[in-house]
């Protein structure tokens, strides 16, 4: 099992970029692939983006393909997702995501998960 913490949300207006960490507990934290979900106001909670245990397969939803970027640091147990061009639909409170790797279906299936953090798109 892995503990995680999202931080880094907040108001910016459209255009602007932020970065959310996900801070993880757990010594099983280099083996499970890691993602990003978010739910806006009256939508369901949707996909974003995910990264492979190693780092080396990272997947994007259509949406944020392009403008944001997943990374981690296995040494650091750290994710981080970058916002850049956000727009005022990427409102949301963005969840971070965990499960052990099986190398497959990165969109789904995840077991851990943090408390979230909101970010707010000004337009």
């Known amino acids: 099992q892995v503990q995680l913490a999202e931080s880094g949300g907040g108001l910016v207006q459209a255009g602007g970029s932020l970065r959310l960490s996900c801070a993880a507990s757990g010594r099983t934290f280099s083996l499970a692939a890691m993602a990003w979900f978010r739910q806006g106001p009256g939508k369901e909670r949707e996909f974003v983006a995910a990264i492979s245990w190693s780092g080396r397969f990272t997947d994007y939803a259509d949406s944020v393909k392009g403008r944001f970027t997943i990374r981690r640091d296995n040494a650091k147990n750290m994710v981080n997702l970058q916002m850049n061009s956000l727009k005022p639909e990427d409102t949301a409170v963005y969840y971070c995501?965990?499960?052990?790797?099986?190398?497959?279906?990165?969109?789904?299936?995840?077991?851990?998960w943090g408390q979230g953090t909101q970010v707010t798109v000004s337009s």
């Open positions: 995501a965990a499960k052990r790797d099986y190398y497959r279906n990165y969109r789904d299936e995840y077991t851990d």
